[in-house]
């Protein structure tokens, strides 16, 4: 799992590039959630999908927290799979 850091601050966008994983496939869904889900914890204010690559704009979060974002996807076929990332608060 990768771990990134932020400064609660910050309004930062990631992406998932899922391409290696599809096997043919292409995204048709997606969804974003953040654990744990707190009062002035990271939110997730925007999120979209292309057919490979999936991204999300995260904002906020309390200083010194560990913050696990996950992306749960469903695929052209049916399948579903996920991908987290760690986040760690920091000032910056």
Not at 19 to 34: D, E, K, R
Not at 46 to 57: M, Y
């Amino acid at each position: 799992m990768n771990l990134y850091l932020k400064d609660p601050q910050a309004r930062i966008d990631h992406e998932i590039d899922w391409s290696a994983y599809l096997a043919g496939q292409h995204v048709t869904a997606s969804a974003w959630h953040v654990s744990p889900g707190e009062a002035g914890g990271i939110v997730v204010e925007a999120d979209a999908f292309e057919d490979l690559r999936t991204s999300v704009r995260l904002s906020g979060g309390a200083v010194g927290l560990l913050y696990c974002v996950t992306n749960r996807v469903t695929l052209s076929d049916g399948q579903v799979d996920e991908r987290s990332v760690q986040i760690r608060v920091e000032e910056r």
